[in-house]
């Protein structure tokens, strides 16, 4: 089973650029590495997804280097809006029953 | 919004007791999935569906089992309900290729065992 480790918490001032990174490993080169956003008594919902180099939508950008064995979550020019829980998913496809992967999610605190 | 349901939305139960949990979708999407989500944990995979009457067990599985009989609907079942089982339950949907393609997720199933 894929291994994810996220840092716990982080704060930002409003307009600044927040960066979190997810270390994980036994991912499959095939694999897709997504993040989603959860706010409190909400489910999970979608930011970005990419399997290698960098991915960039209309509300963040991903990059992932060669190795793949962690992932940037880059969220450009924060506001008090983005404050959230912020989770990681890896896909595992080894032997077995394919399995997904959260990491414990990070806690981003944007301050004005 | 991803036309997804849950039902119910809250639940108090007593150990020792059968639990099903619901999830309906209006999407018509192949994949289901059913999580928990606790404390410390993050979410965990505790069940998905690829198609009707095709599943496939997630990392905590021991003591929930699922059936989906038609495309709408994916059921998770407790057979005989824990403490440990007391968290909130989320169902996904997602209308991908694969397994780990975008999920969009419903608003959660509070379960509290007494």
């Known amino acids: 089973l894929a291994k994810t480790t996220q840092p716990i918490s982080m704060d930002s001032y409003e307009g600044q650029e927040v960066n979190i990174t997810c270390s994980h490993n036994n991912i499959a080169t095939n694999d897709y590495i997504t993040w989603y956003q959860q706010f409190p008594s909400q489910g999970p919902r979608f930011i970005i997804q990419g399997y290698k180099t960098k991915v960039t939508n209309e509300v963040a950008s991903l990059f992932i280097p060669a190795d793949r064995k962690s992932s940037t979550l880059s969220l450009p020019r924060v506001s008090l809006s983005d404050t959230a829980v912020y989770y990681c998913l890896v896909g595992d496809g080894g032997a077995g029953s394919y399995q997904l992967t959260f990491g414990k999610g990070t806690k981003l605190s944007v301050i004005p | 919004d991803a036309g997804i349901t849950q039902s119910p939305r809250h639940k108090v139960t007593e150990t020792g007791t059968p639990v099903t949990l619901r999830c309906h979708q209006t999407?018509?999407?192949?994949?289901m999935y059913w999580y928990r989500q606790d404390p410390g944990h993050g979410l965990r995979l505790i069940h998905y569906?690829?198609?009707?009457?095709?599943?496939d067990k997630g990392e905590v599985s021991d003591g929930y089992s699922v059936s989906r009989s038609k495309t709408e609907d994916f059921l998770l079942t407790l057979e005989s309900a824990t403490s440990s089982q007391t968290s909130v339950y989320f169902c996904?949907?997602?209308?991908?290729?694969?397994?780990?393609?975008?999920?969009?997720f419903g608003p959660g199933t509070r379960l509290t065992v007494l």
């Open positions: 996904a949907i997602s209308a991908g290729t694969g397994v780990d393609d975008e999920q969009f």
């Open positions: 569906s690829y198609g009707v009457k095709d599943t």
């Open positions: 999407e018509n999407h192949r994949y």
